[in-house]
Each structure stands twice: as C-alpha cells, then as structure tokens.
C-alpha cells in the first residue's frame, strides 16, 4: 500500500500475509488493528512500514507460530500505537518488533502500551522509542542499541532486557536481567530482586535493592569501569555484600544501608552482628547522607579488604558542605603502597569530617586539603552523650558515656 504525501487512508483493519508486505506512507495511516501472525505453515510473515508520514495504529500484533516467526518493522516516520503485544513460540519462531529508523526522528515510536511476552523479541535498532507501560514476561527479549534513545514510564521486567543507549524509566520492577550499557535514569519507584548491570546509573527516585547491581552470575563484580549516582532527592536502599559491585558510588541524596558487612575485630565469627561498614573501590559523599535502616550513619568504617591474594583498596572522597562523623575510620592494615586506600576531603568541601578514631597506619594518603578533619577534645574523643559540642558535632549516636569533663 502507498499512501503520498497529503493524503489520508483509515480503516479498520490491517492483516499482514506471508512476507515482503509493505506500507509506503508519506501521508497519514491510521488503522485500529494491524496483525502480523505466523500461520500453521513453515512460511514466515512480515510487514514493514516505510515513508516520512504518520502512523497511527490501535491494537498492534505480531506473533510467531510453531511454524514459523513474525516480524513488523517501522523504518521511517512516527508510528502512534495504543498497544503493541508481541509474542512467539520458540526460539527461531518469536514475534519479533523492530524500529529501525533511516531518518531518525524524535520519537520513532511511541507506544501507550507494550507488552512482550515469551519468545517475544522488540529490538530498538535506530531511532528512538517512548512508552507509558512495558511489560517483558519471562524468556521476552528487549534490546536497543547503542547511541538510541528510549523512554520508559514503568517497566515491569521478569525476562532479560538490553539498554545500550541512553534509557530513562519511571517506575521499575525488575525481577530477571536488567543490563545498561548506556546511560540509565531511574526517577520513579523502583525495586529490584533480579540483576542490574549498568555502566552509568543515575537513582532520581526511591530503588530498594534485595537483588543484584553490578554483580554477575558468577557473583564477580562486572567488568570495567561502572558508576552509580543517587541523586539529590533520590534514594538507595540496598546492603553492600556480595550484591553491590558499583565501581564508583557517588552520593548526592540518600544511600539507605540495610545492614552493615564486616566486624571491626577481624576475629570475629561471621555468624555475630556486623558492626562495621567495609568499603572497597570509590565512594564520593557529594552532600548526600549514608543511612543505616534510615537512621544516620556515624559509625565504624573500613577502607580497603583482602579476601584473597589481592588487596581491594577504596577511595572515599568527600565534597559539598554537609558535616559527617564517624565514630572509626580504619584503613587495611596491609594497604600501603600502590595498592593502599584513601580518604580525600575534597578542595570544595565546606563542612566538617569529625572522626572518634582515625587509625590510618595502613593508609595509601589521607588528603585533608585545607579542609576540617576533627576529633572531639572537649570530651572523651566523641564518647559522651551529653556534652553540648558533641552534639552540634554530631558524635550523640556513638557515645558511650564516659566523659570525664562531666565530673
């Protein structure tokens, strides 16, 4: 079907047989169905929509067989579609949904609905796609390459979805794969039981993690370099164990611990109460708040680990102006040298670092910078619940009462 340029065509229905079905718009489409559906026969089915034109669908199908797939691809224009399920068989008889735009406009697609269930495949190639509601059922399949754009409302993840290029999404639920090689924004509610993997993530809303970030399978941290920022106004829940492996954690708003990873004693059994937050690779406070089940954190912390041959050394950087304290901040005793850890209050830093106890003999550098690194000397080293300044300096919740400035 052709379709030139000022003119118009609506119908009902739109039902694609056997392969090479084209529509040529240069115009305005509009159809309330469009069906791609594979047959009881071994011959596929297609149809791809070309032309600089509108596309407006309804209810938009494509569905693979026991015989044979399916496939439906928007290669210019902008296509309007109310919903779009997408669905197949098998691998090799999947439905398959492609945007693959040879004069890329903003958006390329855009969906009210998608939902794509098993062996269901959507593959955002070249152009951009921008959806209110996406489901991916298990063994469904979504992927956008590299340099696309996509935004996503809420998305409700149980199969494996591919980002290569920057992705924006509202509300999440992932419970399955859920890797972003691009840049990914999360700025609604989010929870995640299954895997994140990204490169560059950025937590605008509230994310509850009980799952993974940036661990593999093989519960290694992901290759190369990976970064998480929780935004100013957003919010991380999560524990730092075996299911966070984030390269470089960045804090503006609110990183929310769940509970703490390691013991102050090292000989400690592993079945007691941790008491201490272990650290390795980079976390930058910028501002924001590290919290323990939501109350602040000022406790004990550690730089730098060796759970095996090799020394795993963290950089904690602090900038902005908020005052921070911790009752200990103890580097890995065998950390000096290339592999050591370090503290950095940062050039710009306004506030005050207040430290209990700085044991820092293992220390690769501890870079003040002109800034204030305290510790208290009005009263027992941060140790007293009452004193006035311990408590402008926030050293209350850590101490013990032992004050001998009280009498």
């Not at 596309?55 to 928007?74: L, Q």
């Not at 593999?216 to 941290?221: H, R, S």
């Not at 990976?226 to 492996?245: D, E, F, N, P, R």
């Not at 003999?361 to 009263?379: D, F, I, Q």
Request: net charge neutral; glycine share 12%.
């Amino acid at each position: 079907m052709v379709v030139n340029a000022h003119n118009t065509v609506t119908g009902d229905t739109v039902v694609a047989a056997k392969t090479d079905n084209k529509i040529t718009n240069n115009g305005s489409v509009n159809y309330k169905t469009v069906t791609v559906t594979a047959g009881d026969t071994a011959d596929g089915v297609d149809l791809s929509v070309e032309g600089s034109g509108s596309h407006t669908f309804g209810a938009v199908t494509v569905a693979g067989s026991a015989k044979a797939g399916a496939k439906m691809t928007v290669k210019d224009g902008q296509a309007a579609i109310d919903t779009l399920t997408i669905s197949g068989i098998s691998l090799g008889k999947e439905g398959l949904f492609e945007i693959n735009d040879e004069h890329p406009v903003k958006y390329t697609v855009d969906a009210k609905t998608v939902d794509v269930q098993s062996f269901g495949k959507l593959n955002l190639t070249k152009g951009s796609l921008k959806t209110g509601t996406m489901t991916v059922a298990k063994d469904g399949t979504v992927e956008t390459a590299t340099d696309q754009v996509a935004q996503i409302g809420s998305l409700t993840n149980a199969g494996t979805v591919t980002l290569n290029g920057s992705t924006t999404v509202g509300d999440l639920t992932n419970t399955n794969a859920l890797n972003a090689s691009g840049a990914l924004t999360i700025e609604g509610t989010a929870s995640n039981s299954g895997a994140i993997i990204g490169t560059n993530i950025s937590v605008n809303g509230d994310l509850t993690n009980t799952g993974r970030i940036n661990i593999g399978t093989d519960g290694a941290p992901a290759s190369g370099a990976t970064a998480l920022t929780v935004a100013k106004g957003g919010k991380l829940t999560t524990k730092i164990t075996k299911s966070y492996g984030v390269g470089t954690t960045t804090i503006q708003g609110t990183f929310n611990l769940t509970e703490l990873n390691s013991h102050v004693d090292p000989t400690t059994a592993d079945t007691a109460p941790a008491d201490q937050l272990l650290l390795t690779g980079n976390m930058m406070l910028d501002g924001g708040l590290v919290t323990l089940r939501d109350q602040e954190f000022t406790g004990n912390v550690q730089l730098g680990f060796k759970p095996g041959a090799t020394i795993l050394p963290a950089t904690l950087t602090v900038k902005g102006d908020r005052n921070y304290a911790s009752q200990q901040i103890t580097f890995y005793p065998d950390g000096t040298g290339a592999s050591g850890s370090t503290l950095v209050l940062d050039t710009t830093y306004t506030g005050t670092y207040t430290v209990g106890k700085l044991d820092a003999k293992g220390a690769k550098s501890v870079a003040v910078n002109g800034n204030t690194l305290s510790r208290c000397h009005w009263c027992c080293h941060g140790r007293c619940r009452r004193h006035a300044h311990c408590d402008k300096y926030r050293h209350r919740p850590f101490c013990e009462g032992r004050c001998r400035c009280m009498g």
